[in-house]
């Protein structure tokens, strides 16, 4: 079903704050139907006039194809992920990099890491050589970025990250921008969806504010793993790991680095 370009507030609003269908015509009446199907119960499907710009869509496989078009137009999306809400772009985009930095308010100076569909990808973006058969098939999907350095075989543009040797990478465990990661061909920017310093996104609603930024915002409903995020994993030395960001699956990293015969990196002595 295609979701109107333009949301009309009157048929598409009233319905959902509990006024009876009595007052509307039969074709409005069928529009709201039409819209509430398409819309699973736990998304925040109650949409007002901010919506004008920033289109809102279920995160489903039906929408995928124009997810990619606008990723491939250099436009930033608003998606979910197996931890937070995201901010995506083509990475090798400099101008749509530019924007997510612009809509967060972040600082150049703090590197954005990259989402490819899936774990044989990531081999065109960083160095990979070094690490056990199996390692990253262990770790990945999941709520894990691991850290790797870029290397001169990286496809990656050097304008991403620029004064940074390593690439933060992730495969979420989330089918659909595993899906449109792969429908665009190359690697998506991704970052959380929030100002930067303010707490995380676990629903559209908590990034309300930004929608306007955003080409199409996709909703997956409440995400339940918290505001932790991804457990960072610095993986570009052999056989050593530190962790970087503890985030939501701290333990569950460890445990498989040390099967692999990882140990963590010691303290430096002041």
């Avoid at 690439?167 to 929030?194: E, K, M």
């Avoid at 457990?231 to 570009?236: G, I, K, N, P």
């Amino acid at each position: 079903m295609n979701i109107p370009t333009r949301i009309s507030p009157l048929p598409l609003f009233l319905p959902f704050r509990g006024v009876g269908n009595s007052s509307f015509s039969p074709r409005l009446q069928q529009c709201s139907r039409k819209l509430r199907r398409a819309f699973p119960k736990n998304m925040a499907c109650g949409l007002d006039n901010k919506t004008t710009t920033a289109l809102l869509r279920p995160a489903t496989d039906a929408y995928a194809t124009e997810a990619v078009q606008a990723l491939k137009a250099g436009k930033v999306i608003a998606v979910p992920t197996d931890t937070l809400y995201g901010f995506a772009c083509d990475a090798c985009s400099l101008e749509a990099v530019n924007r997510i930095y612009e809509i967060k308010g972040r600082k150049h100076t703090s590197p954005l890491a990259i989402c490819v569909g899936d774990v044989s990808d990531i081999y065109r973006f960083a160095i990979t050589d070094h690490l056990p058969q199996g390692l990253l098939d262990s770790l990945l999907p999941g709520p894990v970025t691991v850290v790797l350095s870029r290397g001169d075989s990286s496809v990656l543009e050097r304008s991403l990250n620029p004064g940074f040797d390593s690439i933060g990478v992730r495969v979420p465990d989330s089918n659909f921008i595993r899906v449109i990661a792969r429908g665009s061909g190359t690697a998506l920017a991704l970052t959380s969806a929030n100002l930067s310093g303010q707490p995380s996104s676990v629903c559209i609603r908590d990034f309300e504010n930004l929608w306007e930024h955003c080409a199409f915002v996709y909703d997956g409903g409440v995400l339940p793993s918290g505001r932790a995020g991804s457990t960072v994993v610095d993986l570009t030395t052999p056989h050593k790991y530190k962790i970087l960001r503890p985030g939501s699956a701290k333990e569950e990293t460890i445990a498989i680095l040390e099967k692999h015969s990882f140990v963590e990196y010691e303290s430096a002595t002041p």
